[in-house]
């Protein structure tokens, strides 16, 4: 069984850091590219970060570019977000997830549950 | 501003059909790229509904269905029941911007009445 599971969430001052992880399970992590989107209270969906299989490629949104990096160990089945320079607009319900796809005749879009990230004095 | 467009809310009546339309351009569901919908129920992950436009995971109810056209796409949940109020997002891939990669609509509220 697929799984994702964040963690690192918590309260953080603004202009702090925090670094978030996501560990997998249940399928070759080290074959597929990995997200991060997050879901400020509220609010709908933004994508936040790409990183390819092999880290060769790695994207960010516009409103992170320059203070959040996603990396990941594939030795380690895990994904991270380094989060720093945190904004009080940075509070959000942090999910990663993998990219949806059919097999076998099915199709599947793994999320993991979330951590919350609170920015706030 | 989400890159794609949604309503923010649609209603409609037990047993009654609703569509949820996702406007794009042509750097994302117009230059050819897959849409995928999620519903989301409140505190919990959202969940994929329909793949690659049209396509329905196992265990989804043949209930909801999802086309494309152009710079657009549309879920379409018919026999409404109960349980399927829950935001509804649909979700792309864009070219235009530097390094992005999936785009969101903003959301859409689905309530039975």
């Known amino acids: 069984e697929v799984q994702l599971v964040e963690s690192g969430g918590g309260l953080v001052q603004p202009g702090g850091s925090l670094r978030l992880s996501c560990a997998a399970s249940g399928f070759t992590f080290s074959s597929y590219s990995m997200n991060w989107v997050r879901q400020a209270p509220g609010k709908g969906l933004e994508w936040v970060s790409y990183?390819?299989?092999?880290?060769?490629?790695?994207y960010y949104a516009d409103s992170v570019k320059g203070r959040f990096t996603i990396s990941r160990d594939n030795a380690k089945n895990s994904l991270y977000l380094q989060m720093n320079s945190l904004r009080a607009e940075d509070t959000a319900v942090y999910y990663c997830?993998?990219?949806?796809?059919?097999?076998?005749?099915?199709?599947?879009?793994?999320w993991g549950q979330g951590t919350l990230v609170t920015v706030s004095s | 501003q989400s890159v794609l467009t949604q309503p923010p809310s649609v209603s409609g009546a037990p047993g009654q059909r609703v569509t949820i339309s996702c406007t794009g351009s042509?750097?994302?569901?117009?230059?050819?790229?897959?849409v995928h919908w999620y519903q989301q129920l409140p505190g919990t992950a959202p969940k994929l509904l329909i793949y690659g436009n049209s396509n329905r995971p196992s265990g989804v109810p043949d209930r909801f269905s999802g086309s494309k056209s152009g710079t657009s796409a549309s879920l379409a949940i018919t026999g409404l029941q109960a349980e399927d109020e829950a935001d509804y997002y649909c979700q792309s891939y864009d070219s235009s911007l530097s390094g992005s990669n999936w785009v969101f609509g903003g959301g859409t509220k689905l309530t039975v009445l």
């Open positions: 997830a993998r990219d949806p796809y059919c097999s076998g005749g099915s199709c599947y879009g793994y």
């Open positions: 990183i390819s299989s092999s880290s060769s490629t790695i």
């Open positions: 042509s750097s994302n569901i117009g230059a050819g790229y897959d």
